[in-house]
């Protein structure tokens, strides 16, 4: 999967990443690292990838319907260390590929997930 790893997201998780096969970027990579959310948005759209963040903005842009996509995992986790981080994710992952693929937003927490299709309806 096609993923861009916001700011918050460790280098470590984005390795952890690259090595199940994913192809990940990183905001601070790209130079994106001060960008507006809606750069991050439009960067993410037009390279057809997942954003990856710990930042609830994303999904309000979403929900809101400022913006239409890209697909957006946001991580609300206790704990943020990279290894705990890496575990919910990949499960996430390779369980919601094709929901991602279609257009989701999806908040992770510690015991759960909750998935929205995209565009949010009002």
Known sequence: MRLLADAGI?????????????????VHTLGLH?????????????????????DL??????????????????????????????GRLLSVLEEQADTLHAGALILVEDSRYRVRRLPIGR
């Open 34 to 54: 001060r960008a507006a959310d809606r750069q991050v948005i439009e960067c993410a759209r037009d390279a057809s990838r997942v954003i990856l963040t710990f």
């Open 57 to 86: 903005d994303f999904g309000d842009l979403l929900a809101l319907g400022v913006m239409a996509g890209p697909s957006v995992i946001i991580l609300r986790l206790t704990d943020e260390r990279a290894d705990v981080v890496n």
């Open 10 to 26: 460790s280098p470590k998780t984005v390795a952890y990443l690259s090595e199940c096969g994913h192809d990940v970027e990183h």
